[in-house]
């Protein structure tokens, strides 16, 4: 299946519980009022919008009431989808594959889809030309750097390991030296990213950062925060515990494929202002791409 149709698809619940509530509540207003806004707000909170970006919601819709744009309850639905487009349009947007040369840091918590996105991200720069090296930062665990490897197999690309329990920054740091000498374009780094403990965790990204400054002078630096979409409200919650402790760049939102939390993509652009540069729908190579604000609200409506 297509990228784009398994995105309609893993949207279905978050559309049904969005449009089809929402169809069926309009139908029995026969006016733009409170009561209305009321009952509205209840839908979105239960696909995931959240408190914050609800309200902004509905303020914008009773603004367009007071300016006399917004009278008939069949048209609240279309005014909400302009509404959410422009929150989801705000910002930067959509990775870029062509902006090389990059080093790529890719935190976030333990299942949420790190190192299936670093291999997806592997696939997509080869696949636009450039020459990708992946660093297995997760010594956490033997098993998450043979299954980076797995994927650098499948990409057909090299990986830079060391042993479980190693220091991730000098695995960044033989990394970075390989990347130099190769030549390579595209440098992305998996961690462990565990976040029980924050000073660790800081204490780890600092390191690893004085490694990349040092041994990557001038090349642009990007930090991806992955989040699960399944999670709603709590990927919101990880997004704000680890922006205390990294500079993130970056979200990229995992397994939108059957997820009924939507909503959580438009409540990040708007709760964190960090954009969603990139989507995954599926645990196959090719399902992952550049998020893209229209497309996304189309397929949401
Ligand atoms: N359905 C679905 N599963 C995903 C997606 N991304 C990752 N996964 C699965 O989530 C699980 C955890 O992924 P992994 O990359 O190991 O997470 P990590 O611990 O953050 O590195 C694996 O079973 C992946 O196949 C996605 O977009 N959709
Ligand atoms: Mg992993």
């Not at 098993?143 to 830079?160: F, T």
């Not at 009924?260 to 990139?278: D, F, M, N, Q, T």
Request: net charge negative; hydrophobic share 45%.
């Amino acid at each position: 299946m297509a990228f784009w149709d398994k995105l309609k698809n893993g949207l279905k619940k978050t559309r049904d519980g969005l449009v089809g509530k929402m169809d069926t509540m309009l139908a029995a207003f026969g006016k733009v009022d409170e009561d209305l806004f009321e009952e509205l707000e209840g839908v979105l909170i239960s696909a995931d919008f959240g408190l914050e970006t609800t309200e902004f919601l509905m303020n914008a819709l009773r603004r367009r009431v007071k300016e006399g744009r917004l009278t008939d309850p069949a048209d609240v639905r279309g005014a909400l989808q302009e509404e959410i487009a422009a929150i989801l349009r705000q910002g930067e947007q959509g990775l870029d594959f062509d902006r090389v040369p990059v080093l790529i840091s890719v935190i976030g918590v333990n299942g949420v889809g790190k190192t299936t996105s670093i291999g997806k991200m592997a696939s997509l720069y080869t696949s636009a030309g450039h020459s990708v090296l992946l660093a297995a930062g997760d010594t956490f665990r033997a098993a998450a750097i043979d299954q980076l490897g797995v994927w650098a197999d499948r990409c057909g690309v090299e990986m830079i390991r060391q042993h479980e329990g190693a220091d991730p920054a000098a695995v960044l740091f033989d990394a970075c030296k390989a990347a130099k000498a190769r030549g390579v374009e595209v440098l992305i780094c998996d961690t462990a990213g565990r976040l029980h403990n924050k000073k660790n965790l800081m204490d780890e990204l600092a390191k690893m950062n004085r490694v990349a400054e040092r041994e990557m002078e001038g090349v642009r630096r990007e930090t991806f925060l992955v989040l699960d979409a399944t999670t709603g409200q709590n990927a919101v919650n990880q997004a704000r515990a680890f922006s205390e402790v990294a500079n993130i760049t970056g979200i990229i939102l995992t397994k939108l494929d059957g997820s009924s939390k939507g909503g959580i993509v438009v409540s990040i652009c708007k709760e964190l202002g960090i954009p969603v540069r990139l989507i995954g729908v599926g645990e196959g190579i090719s399902d992952m791409q550049p998020f893209s604000p229209d497309e996304f609200a189309k397929a949401l409506f």
